[in-house]
């Protein structure tokens, strides 16, 4: 009797493995009894709120080298997994190379969390406000398991159903393609992201939207990419509505399409703080004014509060 | 002139207690510790209804480092407590009524084990059906809470032949308003450190907004004289009525006793948010009509408040609600009933406001719509009907006469912000299109004190103590409202003292008088009376001491700044210090009486009156219906700024909460369980929220021969602004608001570019 409570009370064990390889180890000899920790940001909700028990041993990523950081790396951006949210934000690559992303960081939690919680424990929570912006620009994930590194598209990992609990794997980096921005000099560039959440800062969010591609020449989109998540839901591309658009000029016909799409293909999680509708209106509101402001009356009219266009 | 730092000049003074607030330096009497301590937990019911078939504490018990689990049977004295009426059981006896119901507690060696301890309490329910809707609460058939039924309270008010007002009525405007389940979302959790005394006594240090009244309702829980018991009870975390009535105490006293050591207690925010007070969710129905030219002449009023499982202050609450849902108009005739019901929901309670703010929601509401429906501008139609000087109360009851209506609503109509809006008829700002802006008013009229009927004590002490220090005792606590800052302000400005002259003591039983309890938006005026009293005998003792010793006759002698100055010099003759050491005892002097009131036979009419006017400009993003505070005036009238700084402060605050009470803010409740458990989906607001311009314009001037003084402001702030958000938001979109945080899915629209062929490129 004695022993058992004492052994309830008892801190989990703290693991500090130097490598990806060891953490991978470690996690294989322990089994289910261990969880990967890195920031802890939202381990620690889930504990509190009782979603989850406190495990008997978790594996602190902090002491792993060459998982934090972000460089360029054969004509990607790469993202170390263990990079905080914070240091995202202050890394000048990503302002450059991928400022949908740091804007979509800027919204998540507060400074105090930023400060401590990475993009990878955003990004392997499946439904981080940071998804939906690096869906829109097409991000792939690279993995260190057992069997090496490998790498799979963002999109691909969260269109499967169910991750495979069985599988141990680390994520170590996230990339980001940097496009050949300089070829195609007079197309015009343009993404967005918006987080609306029930408070305008450090809140959970009820609709995320990212968008991203380009205005022609002649005024026709190209490489349209557009995603949603929000809550509790794993944040998916909206193909038809980016098929739809793709060729076309964001004309009020082909927005009024996109409008409808979008409402219909958005399927949000259940949020017990919003109604599916207004969730799913918000996100075609969102992408149709963001296609609008490419618009000549659009620029004139909301050119000021859209988002910077390259 | 505008309330700010600049125009406040010298008046405006560093905080004695700001520097180790905003540093984090103060510790809290939650923050407190003692060598060999134990750590208390309370087990609450998993069931927002049930039967309690059994109890067995054995295993816990059995516990090596657990010392006391303690259930009903434990209880020497009363088993229930409540500040009006004690029905809510200090631990369930054979049902618990809301999630937040008590069942045991017990204290061990450590908080884990503490928690694990809980788990070791083996309760059997039969869980019973949920009543978690007050109308339905109503029915005949519904189930009972009680023996005597679902009903707390009724209160009911009448005045003139409402029907024949409808039928004489023009314009007529029927609407239901609903507010949501406000949480206090102090920074400080309920907690406290209990400590039995080695003389048998037992010293509880707990937050709480009147110490003398925690010691009573501990005296008669523990079955001991209110003697044997010291509560402490400053400086505290924030409190905005949440902690006037007692949460740990009860508990913590119990186990300290039963185990003969100190015993902490200190609740997550989890456990705060299941087991604390929330503010009173009411439907409030009215109907209002006028004749063609804009009089009104009925009002009929139906309010259904959801009290939770138990009284607290419910009854009280809803008395103030009806006298508010009157507030600063004539009608020719009005009805109101009324109803607190008792539900298996969380506990609501006393919060700042104190049901002002529903009904003064619903109330301008009404205004906004009539003015509207008759095509009168809503500040005109306001001055139409408002009270003139000498009209009786809402009650119909004698108050004390000020012209704040008038002066208030003067003020809205020439501040800068009601100017923009006029000028803002040819809107030529360029702005996206989903982008509405949009301008509202609302008026204020809220009662001070705790009216007719209700035990309402005042009163303080000076001393001259033997070390020199002018000694400044009162039964009042420092929650975050500064006032300690505004009694320092007060001694200073009316008795010429220096800060250094002065030691504040307050939140302490065995060291203050009672001044009765901090609430009601009456602890600064009632410290202003009882000094106003104070000064005469306090200065001729001191400066009859002086002349003694001084051999100086008492008329060339005047207090100041350390000592005893000469009249006409203004040279120190002596200091306080030695003044004292000339004493044989130290120099009394203190104060009794009780905040004025209303001579009418109605529970909870109000005497004193603060007024206060609110304009807002909002903006409304129509593709996320997401409402934006973006500009604030509020014109108060409550007689002289006794503490600049405070003052600001008490309106900044209390608008920041009616913002989330207007914006973000609901304690959301399915089945009686919350779905809101914690601050991640709480949301009170951030400076994200918070950042846009405010402006406070104070109104000091009082009628000629006024008595009162300055009136409370500490509510006030908390009260105008969700009815002016409202009316700034139809403004913007044309959408009327009836419902509590606004939801944003009223205020969506499909873009206008898709409805129509726009010139795209």
Redesign the interface.
Same mark, same amino acid.
């Given at each position: 009797?004695?022993l058992r409570?004492e052994e309830? $009370?008892q801190s989990p064990s703290v693991w500090r493995p130097r490598t990806p390889e060891e953490a991978v180890a470690r996690k294989r000899a322990l089994g289910a009894d261990a969880v990967f920790a890195a920031g802890g940001t939202l381990l620690r909700?889930r504990w509190?709120?009782g979603t989850e028990a406190i495990p008997r041993h978790l594996i602190d990523l902090g002491s792993i080298e060459g998982l934090s950081g972000i460089w360029l790396q054969d004509g990607d951006l790469a993202i170390g997994a263990l990079t905080a949210l914070d240091d995202c934000l202050n890394d000048p690559l990503l302002g450059r190379h991928a400022p949908i992303v740091a804007q979509a960081i800027r919204t998540i939690a507060?400074w105090s969390v930023r400060n401590v919680a990475t993009i990878g424990g955003n990004i392997v929570s499946r439904t981080g406000d940071s998804l939906p912006a690096l869906l829109a620009a097409d991000a792939s994930l690279v993995w260190i398991g057992e069997d090496g590194e490998r790498t799979e598209k963002l999109a691909d990992w969260l269109s499967e159903p169910i991750p495979d609990r069985a599988r141990v794997r680390l994520l170590a980096q996230v990339r980001i393609p940097l496009g050949g921005d300089d070829s195609i000099a007079n197309a015009k560039r343009f993404f967005a992201f918006h987080k609306?959440g029930?408070?305008?800062?450090?809140? +959970?969010s009820l609709?995320t939207v990212a968008l991203c591609g380009s205005l022609e020449p002649d005024?026709r989109l190209t490489g349209i990419r557009i995603s949603a998540g929000g809550g509790q839901t794993v944040p998916a591309r909206l193909k038809r509505a980016e098929e739809l658009l793709t060729g076309r000029? +964001?004309?009020?016909d082909a $927005?009024?399409e996109v409008?409808e799409q979008v409402a219909a293909d958005y399927a949000p999680a259940p949020d +017990?703080?919003?109604?599916d509708?207004?969730r799913k $209106?918000?996100a075609a509101? $969102?992408v149709?004014?963001e296609l609008?402001k490419l618009?000549?009356?659009?620029e004139a009219?909301?050119g000021?509060?859209g988002a910077p266009c390259r | 002139m505008p309330l700010n730092r600049t125009t406040s000049g010298d008046r405006w003074r560093v905080r004695p207690d700001g520097p180790d607030k905003v540093t984090g330096r103060l510790p809290y009497l939650t923050d407190l510790s003692l060598p060999g301590m134990l750590h208390g937990r309370v087990l609450r019911s998993p069931y927002p209804h049930a039967r309690i078939v059994s109890i067995r504490t054995e295993k816990a018990k059995a516990i090596p480092g657990v010392c006391a689990v303690l259930t009903s049977a434990d209880v020497p004295g009363l088993n229930r407590f409540g500040i009006a009426r004690p029905d809510q059981p200090v631990f369930c006896e054979d049902r618990v009524r809301f999630i937040g119901d008590a069942v045991a507690a017990v204290a061990a060696e450590t908080e884990a084990l503490a928690a694990y301890a809980l788990t070791q309490i083996e309760v059997d329910y039969e869980p019973l059906p949920v009543v978690d809707d007050p109308e339905s609460a109503l029915s005949p058939d519904s189930v009972k809470l009680f023996e005597h039924g679902n009903v707390l309270h009724r209160s009911d008010y009448g005045c003139g032949d409402v029907e024949a007002g409808f039928a004489a009525c023009r314009h007529i405007v029927e609407e239901t308003y609903s507010t949501p389940r406000q949480m206090h979302t102090y920074m400080e959790t309920e907690g406290g450190l209990f400590v039995p005394e080695p003389n048998g006594r037992l010293t509880v240090y707990a937050p709480t907004q009147h110490g003398f009244m925690d010691r009573m309702q501990l005296a008669r829980i523990l079955n001991r004289p209110e003697a044997d018991i010291r509560v402490v009870s400053s400086p505290i975390g924030g409190s905005f009525g949440g902690k006037d009535e007692l949460n740990v105490q009860p508990y913590g006293a119990l186990l300290a006793l039963a185990c003969g050591r100190p015993v902490k207690l200190h609740n997550s925010r989890w456990e705060s948010v299941r087991a604390g007070l929330k503010r009173h969710p009411m439907k409030i129905t009215m109907k209002t009509g006028t004749d063609e030219h804009g009089r009104l002449l009925a009002h009929q009023v139906r309010i259904v408040s959801d009290a939770g499982p138990y009284s607290t202050l419910s009854a009280e609450v809803l008395n103030f609600a009806v006298e508010h849902v009157i507030g600063p108009y004539r009608f020719g005739a009005v009805k109101v009933e009324s109803v607190s019901v008792f539900t298996n929901n969380g506990m609501s309670g006393e919060f700042r406001g104190f049901g002002g703010n529903q009904a003064i929601f619903a109330l301008e509401g009404q205004m906004d719509r009539l003015a509207e429906k008759l095509g009168i501008d809503p500040w005109t139609f306001r001055l139409m009907n408002m009270r003139q000087p000498g009209d009786p109360g809402p009650l119909g009851q004698p108050i004390a006469q000020t012209d704040g209506a008038r002066q208030v609503w003067e003020a809205l109509a020439d501040c800068r912000l009601w100017k923009e809006k006029a000028a803002a008829g040819n809107r030529s700002e360029t702005r996206p299109p989903w982008i509405k802006t949009g301008y509202g008013a609302a008026l204020v009229m809220h009662g001070a004190g705790l009216g007719v009927g209700i035990p309402d004590p005042a009163g303080g002490r000076l001393t001259l103590a033997g070390d020199g220090k002018i000694e400044a005792a009162f039964g009042y606590e420092e929650f975050g409202q500064g006032l300690i800052a505004s009694l320092e302000q007060m001694l200073i400005e009316q008795f010429g003292f220096d800060a250094q002259d002065l030691r504040i003591v307050i939140g302490d039983t065995d060291a203050v008088p009672d001044s009765g309890s901090s609430t009601a938006s009456r602890a600064t005026s009632m410290m202003w009376q009882a000094l106003k009293r104070l000064h005469p005998p306090f200065a001729t003792a001191l400066r009859k001491q002086a002349s003694r010793a001084l051999g100086v006759g008492m008329e060339k002698l005047v207090l100041g700044r350390g000592g005893i100055r000469d009249a006409e010099s203004g040279s120190l003759l002596i200091s306080y210090g030695e003044l004292a050491k000339t004493a044989s005892e130290p120099i009394v002097a203190e104060t009794k009486f009780a905040y004025p009131t209303s001579p009418v036979d109605r529970v909870g009419a109000h005497y004193l009156y603060t007024y206060a006017s609110v304009a807002v400009k909002v903006e409304v993003n129509t593709l996320t219906g997401r409402v934006k505070l973006l500009d604030q005036f509020h014109a108060v009238a409550a007689g002289p700024v006794v503490n600049p700084q405070g003052y600001l402060g008490q309106i900044e605050g209390g608008s920041g909460m009616a913002l989330g009470f207007a914006l973000t803010e609901d304690a959301v409740m399915d089945k009686g369980m919350y779905l809101t458990r914690n601050l991640d989906t709480y949301l009170i607001p951030t400076i994200a929220e918070l950042s846009g311009g405010f402006e406070v314009l104070p109104i000091e001037e009082l009628p000629e021969g006024d008595k009162h003084g300055p009136r409370g402001v500490g509510e006030i702030g908390s009260v105008g602004l969700a009815p002016a958000i409202a009316a700034a938001v139809h403004d913007a979109v044309g959408k009327r608001v009836n419902k509590l945080p606004i939801d944003p899915a009223l205020l969506l629209e499909k873009p206008v570019f898709l409805n129509k062929a726009v010139e795209w490129r």
């Open positions: 009797m004695v409570h309830i $009370l909700t509190e709120a507060g609306v029930r408070r305008e800062a450090f809140t +959970p609709v005024g000029m +964001p004309d009020p $927005l009024g409008y +017990p703080f919003a109604p509708m207004y $209106l918000t509101n $969102l149709v004014t609008w618009t000549a009356a659009g009219a909301g000021k509060e | -």
